[in-house]
């Protein structure tokens, strides 16, 4: 026959209080877990209010950025505008005494340089600079520093004016080019010359011309 057992067998007053004192422990666990977490959010609150600052921060020095790339970019433009003034005041006044003196004798010269346009008024090509006399037209491209790209760009525009001119509107005469610059890198000064241009360098208050050799003139 099977023996039955007591519910309240073996439940003493040890086991009851060891009972409550672990409850207690995980009670003081949970709470000490719960003021963790506390400062934990805390802290990311503090942080999130500092990235918040810094973005704030990040976005003022990014506006002050754009103002003063827009002030750049204004005063890049202000100095394209000038550039024409460049053209006549630095380079102009010595530029025809140096042809001059290699026997060309020009009577003309425009410092402004000439607009090309199509038939449509369409700009397609800009002269900083043109020499002019009963045979010749030089054509002169100005710049700072000439780059090797320069060369190609000013080929361009000579076969433009040549057609330009071909087409009646100026007189045929022959059409040399010119490249001018108060920093010229030998690089780019060689490759000039062998691409048949004028060269113009700037010394001090005056202009330095060199010409190419004659089998290398170009003449469009």
């Known amino acids: 026959m099977a023996q039955t057992t007591n519910p309240g067998e073996g ?9 409550l004192m672990e409850t207690r422990e995980s009670i003081k666990e949970t709470d000490r877990l719960v003021k ?10 503090a942080q999130m209010k500092e990235t918040a600052a810094q973005m704030k921060e ?12 827009k002030k750049t970019d204004s005063r890049m ?18 530029i025809e005494e140096k042809f001059n003196d290699l026997g ?16 449509s008024g369409r700009e397609i090509a800009q002269i900083d600079l043109l020499l002019e006399n009963g045979e010749y037209i030089v054509a002169v491209e100005i710049k ?8 190609p760009h000013h080929e361009k525009r000579l076969e433009i004016l040549s057609k330009f001119r071909n087409n009646g509107e100026l007189t045929r005469k022959k059409i040399l080019g010119a490249l001018a610059g108060a920093i010229f890198p030998d690089k780019v000064k060689a490759a000039a010359l062998e691409a048949g241009f004028y060269i113009l360098e700037q010394t001090g208050d005056t202009m330095r011309i060199k010409e190419p050799e004659k089998s290398k003139l170009r003449v469009w």
């Open 144 to 151: 700072t520093k000439p780059v090797l790209q320069d060369i």
């Open 104 to 119: 060309f004798h020009f009577q003309n010269i425009l410092p402004s340089g000439q607009t090309i346009k199509d038939k």
């Open 77 to 94: 433009g202000e100095l394209g505008n000038r550039f024409g003034e460049l053209a006549e005041y630095l380079v102009a006044p010595n």
């Open 11 to 19: 439940l003493t007053f040890e086991k009851v209080w060891a009972a």
């Open 58 to 69: 990040t976005a003022a020095q990014m506006k002050k950025t754009d103002a003063q790339m």
């Open 36 to 45: 963790e977490n506390a400062v934990r959010i805390k802290e990311t609150d």
